[in-house]
C-alpha cells in the first residue's frame, strides 16, 4: 500500500512535467529519487512518516546549500535553492514556533529530566519535522542553563 504523500507527490511531479515547469519537476523528481533510494534501504514501501523524513532531509539540505552560497557570494543560486525549499515545506506540517518548543522542553524539565541528552531524547520524537534540531538544541542549553 503506497503512502498518500507519496502519491501526492506523483501527481504534482506529472502536473509540473505536463506544464513544463521545470523547477518544480526538478524538485519532485530529485524528492521521489531520494524516496526510492530510501525504500531501498528500507528493504520496502516507505509509510507518510518515513516520507515525511526525506521531505524534511531535503528541505535542510538545501536551506543549508542557500545558507553557503550566500557567504561565497552566489546569492542568485542561494535563491533557487530556497525557492526549493519552499516548494517542500508546502508537504511538511505546519512548524512550531519557538516559544511552542521552550515549552515542550519546560514541561519535559518539569519531569525531572535535567540533562541535554535525555531531554533531546524526548523533545525530538515530538517534533520531528516541525521544528530545527540545532535551533531546538539550542533553546534546550538555553533552559537548562537558567
Do not use: W
Amino acid at each position: 500500500m503506497s503512502s498518500p504523500l507519496k502519491e501526492r507527490l506523483r501527481k504534482e511531479l506529472n502536473e509540473a512535467r505536463k506544464s513544463r515547469d521545470k523547477l518544480r519537476t526538478l524538485v519532485f523528481s530529485t524528492t521521489l529519487a531520494d524516496l526510492r533510494n530510501r525504500e531501498i534501504e528500507l528493504g520496502g514501501e516507505a509509510g507518510d512518516e518515513e516520507v515525511l523524513s526525506v521531505i524534511t532531509k531535503a528541505v535542510k539540505r538545501r536551506r543549508d546549500a542557500a545558507d553557503q552560497m550566500r557567504f561565497g557570494g552566489r546569492g542568485e543560486l542561494a535563491d533557487r535553492e530556497e525557492e526549493e525549499a519552499r516548494i517542500l515545506s508546502d508537504y511538511l506540517p505546519s512548524g512550531l514556533s519557538e516559544e511552542e518548543v521552550r515549552g515542550i522542553i519546560l514541561e519535559i524539565v518539569g519531569e525531572g529530566v535535567g540533562e541535554i541528552g535525555p531531554v533531546m531524547g524526548r523533545l525530538m520524537p515530538r517534533i520531528k519535522g516541525r521544528f530545527d534540531g540545532k535551533e531546538a538544541n539550542r533553546i534546550v542549553r538555553e533552559v537548562l542553563a537558567e
